[in-house]
């Protein structure tokens, strides 16, 4: 289903839903009391599908790009109007094919994100994330390079201070070239990004 299609609906299904029990007070879904600014802790966990991965994956070499599993843990500081700066760190576990017992992918990212809909006990979330990562066998590091993704999904309340967040991002990167000792090859040398696909959920506290 095109992305823009699957926002249209997510956003659909957000207007369908009963108002937040909060909304007929003066507090702001996914906010502190009252609607006032507030720090916000995350924990995800992801599922991660590559989708391109030519210049990490050769041809006529074994695959370190796979299928994976993401924990990541966002911090953000969140305005009353639903949007939120803060920073990050994730790191993914994949399939290394040999090449790596685990391949080990981590980010340090700067985030941007956007709550729609505060009055809504679901609302839409977009979010913007950045940074530097590091990748290499089992939290070694075999190269640097940077990554970026484009997220969207939605949020739900559990208590005042608490929500359920989930996300489908597209995440592209980019690191240096390398050769991987186990096999000789060359990586990350002909130019291009690999891509992903991540399935997010996680809970977010208000602190």
Sequence with gaps: MPT???????WALCLSLPRSVRADSTEI???????APSFALGVETGLVMPVARKPLCPDGYECLFGVGLALGFPFSYRWANGTGL????EFW???GNGVYEATITQAFTVLVRQSFLLDRSVHPVLRLRGGFLMLGP???VDTIGGTAEFA??????LTPSS???FL???QVLRTRAFTTRADGAPRSVAGGVDAALILRLGLTFLL
């Design 4 to 10: 823009r299609a699957v926002i249209v609906c997510l």
């Design 29 to 35: 879904p996914g906010m502190a009391p009252e609607g």
């Design 86 to 89: 803060g920073f990050g760190y």
């Design 93 to 95: 576990l994949q399939n």
């Design 138 to 140: 089992s939290f070694r």
């Design 152 to 157: 969207f999904g939605g949020e739900t309340e």
């Design 163 to 165: 929500l359920f967040t």
């Design 168 to 170: 489908l991002g597209g």
